[in-house]
């Protein structure tokens, strides 16, 4: 019952997740420059995302698994880069990845998406049996009760919807200009001050 209520209410009434972030170029920390956030979950209690579009210095899905003593078996994308989810617990791992993969533990997530944060899984996609899409982060991006409504007035993000293509893609460079793009923006449109009526 209650799913169908989210599903036809607004996005500004039902929540934002399974939905893109998109950081506005005044959004006023560089944390979050030319960001692209995937949210996990929203509700009155605050909000829960991964940047996408963020990967880290240098560390690798084979570092990774090095660090935690798991063998780096056969699979394609052990030389991927890990991202940074956010700047909150940047030493906890997430994996948000397609449902063809064990729902044990899991955070089912709106869109067709799970997060999970085990060691098993690491494991699992380290020996070609994850699922069949995932991206890895550390670290997470949060915000207190109302704190990203907030920051939606101010015109710090836009919002629009989660393109599976778009997370899962290799080319981080170009994610933000990417989500802007379902919107229908150009970036040399945006300017760093916004306006509201």
């Known amino acids: 019952m209650a799913k169908a209520e989210k599903s036809d209410a607004t996005p500004d009434d039902s929540g934002l997740e399974g939905r893109f972030l ?9 944390r979050f420059h030319r960001s692209v956030i995937f949210i996990c979950a929203h509700s009155d209690e605050g909000a829960m995302g991964l940047i996408i579009n963020q990967p880290s210095d240098g560390l690798s899905f084979r570092d990774l698994l090095a660090q935690l003593k ?10 991927a880069p890990i991202k940074i989810g956010g700047p909150v617990e940047s030493s906890r ?23 999970t944060g085990t060691v098993d899984i690491l494991r699992d996609i380290a020996q070609g049996k ?17 704190q990203l409504e907030q920051e939606l007035q101010q015109n ?24 802007l793009s379902t919107l229908g923006i150009s970036p040399e449109l945006l300017s760093a001050g916004g306006g509201s009526a």
């Not at 397609?98 to 997060?115: H, N």
Request: one cysteine or more; a negative charge.
């Open 22 to 30: 998109i950081a506005m170029p005044g959004i006023g920390d560089p």
């Open 70 to 79: 798991i063998g780096a078996g056969e699979a394609d994308d052990n030389g």
């Open 93 to 115: 791992g997430f994996v948000l990845h397609s449902t063809d993969y064990g729902d044990d533990g899991a955070l089912t997530i709106e869109g067709g998406y799970r997060l």
């Open 130 to 146: 994850g699922p069949e899409r995932h991206m890895i982060a550390l670290g997470y991006t949060g915000w207190a009760p109302g």
């Open 156 to 179: 710090g993000w836009l919002s629009c919807d989660a393109e599976a293509d778009l997370i899962f893609a290799a080319d981080d460079d170009a994610k933000w200009v990417m989500a």
